[in-house]
């Protein structure tokens, strides 16, 4: 275990580290500093914001929800829970709160050198949700979570953590979003999420951006014994630039991945997507499904099995639609089999 000190050391020398993958990101083009916003009912939201979140997943009413968290910019505006069993904190309030969390979690399902926005998530960090699901807790309705850019040319860098005790089971419905006015702005978003013994976690992710936000999500995923991860993302409106490589660690036996990806690639809009699965244990299940379709926009669709144990089954697939011949779609799709007996395809 790294402890604050150095982990912001490590983050020091990566703050220039850039990612192998998506174009490059000048991050002093955006201001580190937002200004600091009141706790809102979700009532009081505007009309064009309500479109905006609603766009994303969100439901204002909070009828169909069990819990909500709210983030505009670096303000957390709204953190709440109906359900006996289930937390939702910002993450600074649960590092307050527990211990174990940055002794255990936090830091430990993504690199914080990975690259510059690892590193500026950790030396500019601007808080996120932590939600948790306790042991044999079954969520009646989704956990929701907004992250909103109110404010033209900020980074917003935020840090999540999502826990599902053994036998859990949470849906979480997280919706990334800008102000229809925001010309410019940074979105880096890590997140861990950790899937205890037959716990079930499906958390959906809907980006409603704007064309001038440059978006970059880092993502790792630790399931154990019997878990079931399911991840569902959703981009269907313009975005300047967006590059993510979502990875999951299936650690125990008999654990389940899915990744369903639907893209749209609107003009000028650039799309780099991936998602990578560790097959680690006898009888674990993977799979990476991407529907692709472009505008005249560019998409990069990837997908990356390894298959690290016996009695093991992968899949991958990508299917993609040109509209405009000025947009591209470039399949990448990865088979490792690194052991005899492991049952791995792709849809070519």
Same mark, same amino acid.
């Given at each position: ?25 000048? @991050? ?21 914001? /309500?479109?905006?979140?609603? +766009? ?25 829970? !109906? ?5 939702? @904190? ?10 174990? +969390?940055? /002794? ?21 960090? =601007? ?6 699901? #306790? ?11 907004? @992250?909103? +850019?109110?404010?033209? &040319?900020?980074?917003?860098? %935020?840090?999540? %953590?999502?826990?599902?005790? *053994?036998?859990?089971? @949470? ?10 006015? %925001?010309?410019? &702005? ?8 950790? %899937?205890?013994? =037959? &716990? !079930?976690?499906?958390?959906? #992710? ?31 409106? *313009? ?20 990744? =369903? ?6 003009? !000028?809009?650039? +799309? ?10 006898? &009888? ?10 472009? /505008? ?22 990508? !299917? ?12 990448? *799709? ?5 052991? =005899? ?8």
């Amino acid at each position: 275990m790294s402890t604050p000190e150095e982990l912001r050391e490590k983050a020091e020398r990566a703050k220039e580290k850039k990612a192998p993958l998506g174009p490059d990101v000048n @991050l002093s083009d955006y201001s580190p500093e937002a200004k600091e916003l009141p706790p809102i009912d979700l009532n009081s939201l505007s009309r064009g914001e /309500r479109e905006r979140v609603t +766009l994303a997943g969100m439901d204002v009413t909070e009828k169909s929800r069990s819990g909500t968290y709210v983030q505009m910019d670096h303000s957390v505006v709204c953190s709440r829970v !109906r359900q006996e069993g289930l937390e939702v @904190l910002s993450t600074e309030e649960a590092l307050e709160k527990y211990d174990w +969390l940055r /002794r255990d979690y936090w830091w430990r399902a993504v690199s914080v050198d990975a690259d510059k926005y690892t590193a500026q998530a950790e030396l500019q960090w =601007n808080m996120g949700y932590f939600l948790r699901a #306790m042991p044999g807790v079954r969520a009646t309705f989704p956990l929701q979570a907004c @992250l909103f +850019l109110t404010q033209d &040319g900020i980074a917003q860098n %935020v840090h999540n %953590v999502i826990i599902v005790e *053994p036998g859990a089971e @949470l849906h979480v419905i997280t919706g990334c979003t800008a102000d229809s006015r %925001v010309k410019s &702005g940074l979105h880096v978003g890590v997140s861990e999420f950790y %899937v205890k013994k =037959n &716990g !079930r976690l499906s958390f959906t #992710m809907i980006h409603n951006w704007t064309e001038g936000v440059a978006v970059r999500p880092r993502t790792g995923t630790v399931t154990e014994e019997g878990a079931l991860f399911m991840s569902n993302y959703i981009c269907l409106q *313009p975005v300047e630039s967006l590059q993510m490589y979502p990875t999951t660690y299936m650690n125990g036996g008999g654990a389940v991945t899915r990744y =369903n990806s639907i893209l749209l690639a609107t003009p !000028r809009s650039v +799309l780099d997507v991936g998602a990578r699965a560790f097959l680690r244990q006898p &009888g674990c299940r993977a799979e990476v499904v991407t529907r692709a379709i472009t /505008r005249g926009g560019g998409i990069w669709a990837r997908g990356h099995l390894i298959g690290e144990a016996p009695d093991i089954k992968a899949h991958l697939e990508c !299917r993609g639609l040109i509209l405009d011949e000025k947009g591209f779609i470039h399949a990448v *799709p990865e088979l490792e089999g690194r052991r =005899n007996d492991v049952e791995m395809s792709h849809e070519a």
